[in-house]
Every structure is written in structure tokens, then in C-alpha cells.
Nanobody, 129 residues
Framework: QVQMVESGGGLVRAGDSLRLSCTAS??????????MGWFRQAPGKERSFVASLNWIDDNTAYADSVQGRFTISRDNAKNTLYLQMNSLRHEDTAIYYC????????????????????WGQGTQVTVSS
């Protein structure tokens, strides 16, 4: 079973930047062949969509709350997904999860977590105000 592995979280101040990374537990799982997404879950809240990158056309999507501040990208040579987070706010504090759909599957609604098959354990991002 493929599992995503996130890294890069930490404790920062409001206005700072962080870059999260995500790889697959199995080297044979190619991120460029899958719809990829970042989700987050704040204390006491449900998991919510942050950003996605679709494999078929490299189309990206963002939650309104992070639009213009966060950037999702992928390095195919490193088989790694990134989430560059700038101008962080206290309300960005959450556990961030990387998710991937099955290879070759076209995902139309990339904001729906139910359409992703593989998840990571998450990485904590804490932004002090």
C-alpha cells in the first residue's frame, strides 16, 4: 500500500514562509501520473482542501483562503510534491496532509478528499501570531 510522506512543517511566526514536501513510500509510485493534493486539519475542525495539482494537464487549484499565498508544484526528477507557503497567518495553523489519487485516474473534483486514495500521516504547521 502506497503511503505519502510529508515533511517540512514547523513553528514559524506570522508573515514567515515554509515549504512542505511530499514523497511516496514506494519508489515505483510516480507522482506525475496522479492527481495530487494538499489538505489541512486545524484543531476541532474538519479536514479541508488547500491545493491540488492535476496530472493530466498540470492544472492547479487553491482554496480561497490560500490563493495568492500558497503555491503547489511538483519536481518530476525528484518525484516530490511541494507546497510553498508564504505570508503565513495564525489561521494557517494545522496538520497538513499530502494525498494522491491512483495512477492514471482522472480526478475532476480535486477539492474532494474522498477522491484521493493515498494519504500521509501529516506534518504540523504552527504559526504564532
Amino acid at each position: 500500500q502506497v503511503q505519502m510522506v510529508e515533511s517540512g512543517g514547523g513553528l514559524v511566526r506570522a508573515g514567515d514562509s515554509l515549504r512542505l514536501s511530499c514523497t511516496a513510500s514506494e519508489r515505483t509510485f510516480t507522482l506525475s501520473n496522479s492527481a495530487m493534493g494538499w489538505f489541512r486539519q486545524a484543531p476541532g475542525k474538519e479536514r479541508s482542501f488547500v491545493a491540488s495539482l492535476n496530472w493530466i494537464d498540470d492544472n492547479t487549484a487553491y482554496a480561497d483562503s490560500v490563493q495568492g499565498r500558497f503555491t503547489i508544484s511538483r519536481d518530476n526528477a525528484k518525484n516530490t510534491l511541494y507546497l510553498q507557503m508564504n505570508s503565513l497567518r495564525h489561521e494557517d495553523t494545522a496538520i497538513y496532509y499530502c494525498a494522491a489519487a491512483k495512477s492514471g485516474v482522472v480526478v475532476f473534483k480535486t477539492t474532494d478528499p474522498r477522491l484521493y486514495n493515498y494519504w500521509g500521516q501529516g506534518t504540523q504547521v504552527t504559526v504564532s501570531s
